[in-house]
């Protein structure tokens, strides 16, 4: 038996990112600011604690049958107060306008999981894993909108003061209840040294409650008024899902392996639409036919995979502030990857990976307050880059000093939904330098090494990425 136990506590500073230009397609941020410019107030804030309570068993029955269970615990809370979204001022066009939201969450999530792994035989060998899950949470929220104008700054020379009073606009307090019994199971079939099947299943029994009580006293007890049909809603969904995979897996030679696998997916949606409704949950299938070559006593081990996959029903963001969820018919994928890792030596590795994603919308249609239709088949997904490459080398000398270079590339990725503009591609050079003596290891990580600006996100406003950065980090074991 072992027992588990954390605490932690992190406090930062939210950041808004920049006004983005009138014209994204040319400058993607308004021209002539600083990108060090800081929109945020002095007063926004991000604070959370999360604890960790976790008992674990693993027992051993005989060669051929044995079991893991657990149990955990795990409370969140998160306090966040912040200028969000920023907008041009009709007025003066030397002003941004901001919105602000403020809320606080805690959440009280229980898991716990009992799984048996069993080796046995009938006319051929089977490794054969099965187990219950379960999951259950509470989660309260309350909130505070403040809508765009609330507070302004200059575009040019924003000066980072405080907030002030902000009149209130709406509160409210969400809580949400969510269950979920789990069974599964994955059997490894070996028919012979060459080849191998596999097939599992799993079945899940999802239930999910909203509650949301519109607030009229902002002091610690927040009591709202006694309950009505306008003051109080409620929603709750519910599903019962099998899924399942199989897969095949080829292996002629000791050094080389192929195999092609099917399987499906169910993801439970956590948000509500424009009318007040609890989403769908997310469904998905996915097909993918990979191999693996080995060279030098698996010192040199080449993998690459070709895939497509699809998902249903697929959670939306169609407004940042206040965030608005809706959900598009259709999302297909498809591409490859590959990855390379060496070890030639004791003392020198390499790894590096590549993968090419095309990734589109199938079915997406969105209808306005207005009733206009809007048609994003054939669009990009947010945030999905067709490119990602990236390698990482160290080389170990015998006094136990060492150091790394590596490097990543993020393609381009759309911006909206409309895909009216993109944000662009972007490559970074990462090192680190490193010392093992007796029991202890003494590390310096750099990130972005050339202190390179580049953009990350534009929801809701461009957000550079993190400029040059080092982490110092020493560890030891006893």
Known sequence: MSLFSGKTFDFTKPDAGLPKSKNPKIDLVEPG??????????????????????????????????????????????????????????????IIERDHLHFETKRSPLQGTVELNWTFRTGFRHKLLSGYEYHWMVSRHRRRYFPQGTTSIN???????????????FTDRKTLYQQMHSLYFQDLM???????????????????????????????????????????????????????????????????????GYSTAFIPVTFINTSGKQ??????????????????????????????????????????????????????????EFNIDFHLTKEWSFKSGYAHTIAEWESFRLTDSKGNETDYKGNRPINVPRNTANFWTTYTFSSGFGFGLGGRYVDSIAADNANSFFIPPYGLYDVSVYYKYSYYYFQINCTNVSNKRYFISSIPNPTPGPPRQFLFTVSGKF
């Open 279 to 336: 989403l769908k949950p997310e469904m998905g299938e996915q097909i993918e036919i990979g191999q693996r070559i080995e060279f030098a006593k698996g010192r040199v081990q080449l993998t690459g995979a070709l895939f497509t996959a699809k998902k249903y029903d697929v959670a939306v963001l169609i407004n940042s502030r206040p965030p608005l969820y809706d959900q598009a018919g259709e999302l297909r994928t498809n591409g490859y």
């Open 155 to 169: 575009i040019q020379y924003p000066k980072i003061e405080p907030v002030g009073p902000l009149p209130e606009n």
């Open 190 to 260: 070996e028919f012979s040294e060459i080849i191998k099947f596999l097939l599992g299943g799993r079945y899940d029994s999802w239930i999910r409650e909203n509650r949301t009580e519109k607030l009229y006293d902002l002091n610690d007890n927040y009591v709202s008024r006694p309950a009505s049909s306008f003051n109080r809603t409620r929603t709750r969904s519910d599903a019962k899902v099998f899924t399942y995979r199989v897969g095949l897996i080829y292996q002629p030679l000791h050094y080389y392996t192929t195999y092609i």
């Open 33 to 94: 600011i600083s990108l060090n410019n800081n929109y945020n107030t002095n007063d926004d804030y991000l604070k959370s604690n999360s604890g960790n309570f976790k008992i674990q068993l693993d027992s051993k029955f005989s060669n051929i049958l044995s079991m893991k269970s657990f149990i955990s615990y795990s409370p969140q809370t998160y306090y966040y107060f912040a200028a969000e979204d920023l907008s041009h001022s009709s007025i003066d066009k030397n």
